[in-house]
């Protein structure tokens, strides 16, 4: 999975020198159109120019061109103004008062320092809604709102793309706006100092070679290596017992959440998913007994008639902000592996094209990704990225899912043998020693370390969800819940085993029992366990109790 799959890079100080695209910058670029990323220039010239000094505009899905006023699609040679053109009153007042040199593009009007005063001066006059940037000596003139970031985002919508998936690369004042919106804003090695200062890093490499040397880096790792520059998207777990906050990256994680019944699995991992689509990652939920069907973020697919085809999920994760929880109550259970193992491979081929869903959580995941199941292999690519796996057992879990997991979250009075679980379940040794018991919204958190793979896990109070996670009743009565979630008539002497697969199934066993079986599971409080633990319905509970 590229976590990369787009470059937009300035022109003149970036990709340019003397206005001119070299040689080697240009095969710099096919390299990286060849690996299958795009490539969108983004500058404050006006196209016609730029049509002139850069021969191969062919290199570039979009040009955003006049400082975020035009866009231009090079395959169609297709124009569209993202402003309303300066009054030529306007014009023609700046030419009286000496503003020279003066052009004019579609949108945008532009001369130099120092008639920036004299411009200023003239916009109050007329009473326009203009704004004033500069680059280097460049004093550009455009419509309010408009700047190179406003132009990249229309771009990057037309082409499907998250900013999430997109490198920026920039020199002068004007890229601010444009490398803010990227996930990785760079400034080439003679940037101008306030812009190199805000890049999250800066290429050693002046101008052209800085550009060339970041396209070969995304070319050879997708930035792997540069997680902690990238700090600032880094989404929040919670805080440790030290006071200080956990933070996971956005894109390099796999993440399994484990704990027992009723221990706040799924609390956790809303609140996780809410933070993750809050700063603007999709996200995608795999729901085999529908506990997110009020995600808040995302389109719920699928009921208790009947599960979602994978194209109406592809569909809303096509566009960016897109976010879809996948209800699967409606499916038998022995079939969710299948309906798992054929909707899995399509987002994964849409996360080789687009870099999304950025995240895939999978509730359940000893369901859909059982461990004797064989056709896991198959269902799992060798690279894997960006998943959340919540389940009761680890040691029920497909091993090559395990295998990919670099993160552990256990919760409940079991965290710290969960947590066992876990590394005995991939034939290793786990942490040593004694391992707190965290207190109700607490969780242990153990991550991968390069330098010592069993060092010790820490206690984490988890950040609280700010969306209420709602249950449905529906669901309950008439889904399917998993055997170790349904209820069992056995009777005093375990003679019987009548399985309630949901309250629809439970009402019409229990005017089917006797007495006897009857009164056996209420004087042991099975009724109220049950409907606290599995059904999660605390007032059911109390009255059964």
Not at 46 to 75: I, K, T
Not at 213 to 229: K, M, N, Q, Y
Not at 334 to 339: D, L, N, S, T, V
Not at 453 to 479: C, D
């Amino acid at each position: 999975m590229m976590r990369f799959v787009a470059l937009a890079c300035d022109y003149d100080g970036t990709l340019a020198s003397g206005g001119r695209l070299a040689e080697p910058t240009a095969a710099a670029l096919e390299r990286l159109v060849a690996s299958g990323r795009k490539a969108i220039l983004v500058t404050g010239r006006e196209l016609d120019e730029l049509r002139v000094v850069c021969p191969r505009l062919d290199l570039f899905e979009r040009v955003v061109a006049e400082n975020g006023a035009l866009l231009y699609r090079p395959a169609t040679r297709e124009i569209v103004p993202l402003g309303e053109p300066p009054p030529a009153g306007f014009l023609d007042a700046l030419r009286a008062r000496g503003v020279d040199p003066l052009g004019v593009g579609r949108v945008i009007v532009a001369t130099r320092t120092p008639h920036e005063g004299t411009v200023l001066q003239v916009i109050r006059e007329w009473g326009l809604e203009f704004q004033v940037i500069f680059n280097k000596g460049a004093v550009m003139v455009l419509p309010a709102g408009i700047n190179k970031a406003t132009g990249l985002k229309v771009a990057l919508d037309e082409l499907g793309l998250s900013p999430h998936n997109v490198v920026g690369i920039g020199d002068a004042e004007n890229d601010h706006a444009f490398l803010s919106l990227c996930e990785c804003g760079v400034a080439v090695g003679d940037a101008l100092p306030m812009l190199a200062e805000r890049a999250d890093f800066r290429t050693t490499g002046f101008a052209a070679e800085g550009a060339i040397e970041l396209i070969d880096e995304v070319l050879a790792t997708d930035l792997s290596g540069r997680d902690e520059a990238l700090r600032r998207h880094h989404v929040l777990l919670g805080v440790d017992d030290r006071g200080r906050e956990v933070r996971l990256s956005p894109a390099r994680h796999n993440i399994l959440i484990a704990g027992q019944s009723g221990a706040g699995k799924s609390t956790l991992a809303t609140g996780w998913l809410e933070r993750v689509a809050e700063a603007g990652y999709q996200v995608c939920i795999i729901d085999p007994e529908g506990d997110y069907e009020a995600f808040a973020p995302a389109v719920a697919l699928g009921t208790a008639e009947g599960p979602p085809s994978v194209e109406e999920v592809l569909q809303v994760l096509e566009h960016p902000s897109g976010h879809v929880s996948v209800n699967l109550i409606g499916l038998p259970l022995a079939e969710r592996p299948a309906f798992f193992a054929a909707l899995f491979p399509r987002l994964h081929a849409l996360r080789m094209r687009v870099g999304r869903p950025h995240w895939i959580a999978i509730d359940e995941v000893h369901h859909l990704l059982p461990s004797p199941w064989e056709p896991a292999m198959l269902a799992l690519p060798a690279e894997l990225a960006g998943l959340v796996g919540i389940t009761l057992y680890p040691r029920e879990v497909a091993p090559p899912f395990l295998a990919a997991i670099d993160t552990v979250i256990t919760v409940g009075e079991s965290a710290a043998q969960t947590m066992g679980e876990f590394f005995a379940s991939r034939n290793e040794r786990g942490p040593e020693g004694d391992l707190p018991t965290p207190a109700p919204g607490d969780a242990l958190l153990w991550m991968s370390n390069d330098h010592d793979e069993a060092f010790a896990p820490v206690r984490v109070r988890i950040e609280p969800s700010q969306t209420t996670r709602r249950r449905h009743l529906r669901k309950y009565a008439e889904g399917e819940l998993g055997p170790d979630r349904s209820f069992y008539f056995e009777g005093p002497e375990g003679k019987l085993r009548l399985r309630a697969q949901n309250l629809v199934w439970f009402v019409q066993l229990a005017q089917g029992v006797d007495d006897e079986t009857w009164m056996h599971h209420l004087r042991r409080g099975d009724y109220s366990r049950w409907f606290r633990e599995a059904i999660k319905d605390e007032a059911l509970a109390d009255e059964a109790g």
